[in-house]
């Protein structure tokens, strides 16, 4: 009893220590933020399952007020509901992956919880701050356009770039608040599903119990899906801005769903022809930079559909054949 009592107080503090500095990197660091971000939610799963849910629960609020409170300390403000939304989904996952559901359902409840937690942080502002939700956003997206134009700058990109930036920021910003709902749901979407695959890898290598979820390499999206992307191109050809909308953003959703799915695709190939990890890291490298070829890997994906690249409708031969 004295032994387990000594690993869990040591888990605590390494946990808190571990979380707190990426909570701080992420305040700090601009370049290392989007990554560090990403990459928070599994350090955070694993200890708040090695310390079980209550003091669990503990050490993720003690990371949350030791990173502000570090920060407040050096003279840095920053808002203390992006460790809460980053760090939350470290919560969740472990909660909903004990409970051995398949990983799509796992995702979009992650994906709910996440964006329930975020409206509910943007109502709170709003209601202390005496400002209309949408005024909220608009000053938020305007503001992450400033300074991304400002970031570009000091990597190098032509003022005159950097200048028409600027000058469409009103125009750039309505077009963002249009396209905000398949924002939000791509985002959480990406985020929940790459952290699932991240902490599902280090629970087995830790031993720690989690769902399998079959080979993900032949994961695929029911076919009837593809009337719902028929249906959203049918809406944006619509003379009404609205439905042409509404058309936009569940063709993005879909589009998403497609690229998983052209994900898991390459991963089909890669394992069956066995390609070594640093090609696959190079691909996957390529995409990041040059972002377009993600339509490719979603257009497999949504034509997998009548291909069938991984010959999964293959009909059976007969037996007695």
């Not at 994900?263 to 390609?275: G, P, T, Y």
Request: charged fraction near 15%; charge should be positive; proline fraction near 5%.
């Amino acid at each position: 009893m004295e032994e387990r009592r000594s690993i869990l107080a040591r888990d605590f503090v390494l946990g808190v220590g571990i979380t707190t500095l990426l909570f701080v990197l992420l305040t700090l660091s601009p370049v290392l933020g989007v990554a560090i971000g990403f990459i928070t939610p599994v350090p955070v799963a694993h200890f708040y399952t090695r310390l079980g849910s209550l003091q669990g629960l503990l050490y993720f609020a003690a990371s949350v007020l030791a990173a502000w409170a570090g920060l407040r300390f050096s003279g840095i403000e920053t808002d203390v509901s992006l460790f809460v939304v980053i760090g939350a989904l470290g919560v969740l996952l472990p909660e909903f992956m004990r409970r051995n559901w398949g990983i799509e359902k796992t995702v979009m409840a992650a994906v709910a919880s996440l964006v329930t937690l975020a409206v509910a942080l943007l109502l709170y502002y709003s209601w202390q701050l005496a400002t209309p939700v949408l005024q909220l956003v608009e000053t938020h997206v305007q503001d992450s356009l400033k300074h991304g134009a400002q970031f570009y700058g000091e990597f190098g990109m032509p003022q005159e770039q950097i200048d028409s930036i600027r000058e469409n920021i009103p125009g750039i910003t309505t077009t963002i608040l249009g396209l905000l709902p398949s924002i939000v749901v791509v985002s959480a979407s990406f985020f929940a599903w790459i952290n699932v695959l991240l902490i599902r890898s280090l629970f087995r290598k830790t031993q720690i119990p989690c769902p399998d979820y079959g080979d993900l390499t032949r994961w695929k999206v029911p076919e009837w899906l593809v009337w719902f992307v028929i249906a959203s191109g049918g809406m944006m050809l619509l003379p009404m801005p609205e439905i042409k909308l509404v058309g936009f953003n569940g063709l993005i959703i879909l589009l998403f769903v497609y690229l998983l799915q052209g994900f898991s695709i390459v991963d089909f190939f890669f394992k069956k022809k066995s390609v070594p990890k640093f090609l696959r890291t190079i691909f996957y490298f390529l995409l990041f930079i040059y972002q377009s070829l993600l339509l490719v890997v979603a257009a497999v994906g949504l034509f997998d559909i009548w291909i069938d690249f991984r010959k999964m409708n293959r009909p059976l031969k007969d037996s007695t054949a």
